[in-house]
């Protein structure tokens, strides 16, 4: 009876070792067209004295819907928030990054950064890189990337008279034909009441933050006062780190270690 129990849990062992192995496998082709994404946003001007008569007053609007518990006044209210509204804000910064195997045939992640002062040569930038992928299989992943990062650049490049990649567009497409992946979605497991934030998933996860010089919150003040892009080019790159391992720990077995990460830009 001992030796069939034995037997018994050795099997067990191999299938499930055997099913990693073919979970794994199928991440690697996934991987191929698989491209990880953050952007920075910023408030679109660096006061709000310089917005147009007409958009201050349709802040002084929208700020009024707004939870405003300290009461603040809609100038000082815009350079806080603006930055959260394709409407108000802007794009300064673009990482994204791809999973590959070295020659040593280890998980690899490289990650790269784009960004500047003017947002259309930015986002064109993007959106060629984005043009070179296989459309129809290009797999776009973000944090909260439904909700946030796809529509506002999908917003921003409208605004700005810049073309729209079919890989970011959703309008008449059938939900399967939509190949957007989102972390936090995914985290959810169909609870639709809560938000999770990147960081306090890394932490739950005990995965380092990338919070290690600026947070989200800060980026408008760093741009604008310290001028300082540089700085938020590392922050959003190191979001990126964080999302490829919050994804591989919700979609594989598979380890990346910090030696095989490549930062460019």
Not at 234 to 254: A, F, H, K, N, P
């Amino acid at each position: 009876m001992i030796f069939v129990k034995v037997l018994l849990c050795f099997f067990i062992i191999i299938a499930i070792i055997h099913t990693q192995e073919l979970m794994d496998q199928e991440f690697r082709k996934r991987a191929r067209n698989l491209l990880l994404i953050d952007i920075e946003t910023v408030s679109a001007t660096e006061d709000f004295s310089r917005l147009t008569p007409r958009m201050q007053q349709l802040w002084e609007k929208k700020a009024r819907q707004l939870p405003n518990p300290d009461q603040k006044p809609a100038a000082d209210f815009f350079y806080e928030r603006g930055a959260i509204y394709a409407e108000f804000g802007k794009v300064v910064c673009i990482a994204f990054g791809a999973f590959f195997w070295n020659e040593q045939d280890e998980l690899s992640l490289k990650v790269k950064s784009v960004s500047g002062q003017n947002e259309s040569e930015l986002l064109n930038d993007f959106s060629a890189l984005l043009e070179k992928y296989p459309q129809q299989q290009l797999v776009l992943c973000a944090h909260n990337g439904k909700e946030f990062d796809f529509p506002y650049l999908c917003r921003r490049m409208l605004i700005l008279g810049i073309p729209i990649p079919d890989c970011l567009r959703i309008s008449g497409k059938k939900p399967w034909e939509i190949l957007h992946q989102d972390t936090m979605e995914m985290w959810k497991f169909g609870d639709y009441k809560s938000y999770t934030s990147l960081d306090l998933l890394a932490a739950v996860l005990g995965i380092d933050s990338s919070k290690t010089e600026i947070s989200g919150d800060q980026v408008t003040r760093v741009f604008y006062e310290e001028n300082d892009l540089e700085k938020i080019s590392r922050y959003c790159r190191e979001d990126v780190v964080v999302l490829s391992r919050i994804y591989l720990r919700l979609q594989t077995s598979l380890v990346l270690k910090d030696d095989n990460i490549i930062r460019t830009g």
